[in-house]
């Protein structure tokens, strides 16, 4: 995707969507920095070794999502996801990402 595309998009999602649309485009990027993909399927990108996170906004509430980014294993001890070196920023940045796959 080009720079100028990028940019027309993040404008039309943040202008359509106000405020949490911005939280998500920030979110989008961490998933990317932190390379989630490294792991994870959304569609057929990816690597299919952990779940396919295509549509976990629909099975899993923003909260439930950012405590689970902040530390996997206390929300299910069995959690083979590590715990991640997160600020509150990203992970509530990711949150509202994954929320939004739907």
């Not at 100028?4 to 999602?13: E, K, Q, W």
């Not at 994870?40 to 439930?64: C, N, Q, R, W």
């Not at 294993?73 to 739907?102: C, D, I, V």
Request: hydrophobic share 40%; charged share 15%.
């Amino acid at each position: 995707m080009t720079a100028a595309l990028a940019a027309i998009l993040g404008f039309t999602a943040t202008t359509t969507f106000g405020q949490d649309a911005s939280l998500a485009a920030q979110g989008q990027r961490v998933f990317n920095d932190q390379g989630c993909y490294g792991c994870h399927t959304m569609g057929k990108s990816g690597t299919p070794i952990a779940p396919d996170l295509s549509f976990v906004g629909a099975k899993h509430s923003e909260a439930y999502l950012r405590r689970w980014l902040m530390d996997p294993q206390q929300q299910k001890p069995s959690a083979h996801m590590p715990k991640l070196e997160l600020s509150e920023t990203e992970a509530r940045a990711l949150a509202a990402y994954l929320a939004s796959l739907r």
